[in-house]
């Protein structure tokens, strides 16, 4: 079976709070791109993606920001390599979305050259708004020539506030016509916490392939000696999914009609009293994606979640959610994995 995968590093979130702050995530973003190894004028290419990404929430809207980070799936060759910038505000919306990408089109006396020059640098870009509502924004840069990383996973892995350093983790392995994903929260925050997500998922990557009650018992004797964590395993294939779960990482089974399913893992603690796993499955013929998150996103975003919400690629979804939705006072992790339909 070929199987790729990635362990997911802290995702950078650049706030947009004023108008320096374009600089900042322009830096931030070829600094991640240099820590990456991506080449030649890639850093280059990512800093201006992330600075015009910034200057349009700066000049437009409010309350933005920028996600930054290695792309899910992005794979583990140097030349696999790619940087997804994701940017999410609360603004007034893009009225015409077409003709906000032409070269020369301007609001604010400007050259005009923003969304169009992140559509051409980019090598894949994706752009959705609302009226009222916001605009988000996915532009991800991939080193030529290698492998294209999965377009129907999103996710965000963010620390709690005041920490460098996340407690959560997940790691997503491709398999033969599916998915497996593992997302874990570290009991806690900051260094202890990250020790044991990080163990987590490098037990994960030594068995993705194993049924998911045994990938339960892997990590719970893996995580003997650390704090413990929280974690769900899942796998998703054509029309349905498995699920194994132990403790409050919940999963939500969305379409644009509404939140169809939701679940959350037994009773007990990953590495100190598990439960003996069992594994529950969801018909997902009816839905479009699968939302795996921690504690430190507010699960009450699924109580009267917008339609146009729900309808939105896995990259936006996750990025919405955490946007709208995160905790900052504990780790916040988002999974989205999209429709199962495409998988194979």
């Known amino acids: 079976m070929n199987v790729n995968g990635l362990v997911a590093p802290t995702t950078l979130h650049v706030p947009i709070d004023h108008h320096s702050a374009v600089q900042t995530a322009a830096s931030r973003a ?26 349009n929430i700066s000049k437009h809207a409010h309350n933005g920001a920028l996600f930054l980070q290695p792309s899910p799936m992005g794979g583990r060759s140097p030349l696999d390599t790619a940087l997804d910038v994701v940017a999410v505000d609360n603004g007034p919306g893009i009225p015409d979305i077409g003709l906000s990408l032409t070269d020369g089109f301007s609001t604010t006396k400007t050259m005009g050259a923003g969304l169009g020059a992140v559509r051409r640098i980019a090598t894949d870009f994706t752009l959705r708004s609302a009226s009222g509502r916001g605009t988000l924004a996915h532009a991800r840069l991939a080193v030529p020539q290698g492998r294209r990383p999965g377009a129907d996973i999103g996710a965000l892995c963010l620390p709690a506030g005041g920490e460098q350093i996340c407690g959560d983790g997940y790691a997503v392995v491709e398999g033969d016509g599916n998915w497996t994903g593992l997302v874990i929260d570290g009991l806690g925050h900051g260094p202890d916490a990250a020790a044991a997500s990080q163990r987590a998922v490098r037990t994960f990557l030594s068995c993705p392939e194993a049924p998911l009650p045994e990938v339960l018992n892997a990590l719970h004797s893996a995580l003997r000696h650390t704090r413990g964590a929280a974690a769900t395993a899942i796998r998703v294939g054509s029309g349905g999914a498995e699920y194994c779960g132990v403790g409050n990482i919940r999963v939500a089974a969305v379409s644009a009609r509404g939140v169809h399913r939701q679940l959350t893992g037994q009773a ?58 995160r905790r900052h006072r504990d780790d916040a992790t988002v999974l989205a994995l999209g429709s199962p339909q495409r998988i194979g």
């Open 268 to 325: 007990g603690i990953v590495g100190y009293n598990l439960p003996t796993p069992r594994s529950r499955f969801l018909d997902l013929s009816d839905c479009t994606a699968v939302v795996v998150y921690t504690d430190g996103i507010d699960h009450r975003w699924t109580h009267d979640p917008a339609p146009d919400r729900l309808s939105l690629p896995p990259t936006l979804l996750a990025a919405s959610l955490a946007h709208t939705h």
């Open 30 to 55: 070829r600094a991640l791109a240099h820590a990456c190894r991506m080449p030649g004028a890639l850093p280059d290419q990512a800093a201006v993606l992330a600075s015009e990404l910034a200057s």
